[in-house]
């Protein structure tokens, strides 16, 4: 089975936080990167935080919760992110995933 996942930078790349929409089968959110950190957190479209759901890359703990969050969906969006970063030596404007 071949699934995908579609993420797009909106707004500022340059920030101290980037916010991400993501698109997967019939799911879709967003999610905030703050860079110097390296923590991610679902968000809204606004950037807001969803509940108090922590994913730290530095330490790799996964804190808190939130609601309708897909925490294991979560994680491949930030390794996605990640991955594109590694590339580009900062936040991506996009950040694509394929899986077969």
């Keep these: 089975?071949?699934?995908?996942?579609?993420?797009?930078?909106?707004?500022?790349?340059?920030?101290?936080?980037?916010?991400?929409?993501?698109?997967?089968?019939?799911?879709?959110?967003?999610?905030?990167?703050?860079?110097?950190?390296r923590r991610f957190r679902p968000a809204d479209a606004g950037g807001r935080p969803i509940g108090d759901l922590v994913l730290d890359v530095v330490s790799g703990d996964l804190t808190g919760a939130a609601d309708g969050v897909n925490q294991r969906l979560l994680s491949q969006v930030v390794a996605s992110i990640l991955r594109g970063y590694a590339r580009v030596g900062g936040p991506p404007a996009t950040a694509?995933?394929?899986y077969h």
């Design 1 to 37: 089975m071949t699934a995908s996942i579609g993420i797009w930078a909106h707004g500022d790349l340059t920030g101290d936080h980037v916010l991400y929409r993501w698109e997967a089968d019939q799911d879709a959110g967003f999610v905030a990167f703050e860079v110097a950190t």
């Design 96 to 98: 694509h995933a394929y």
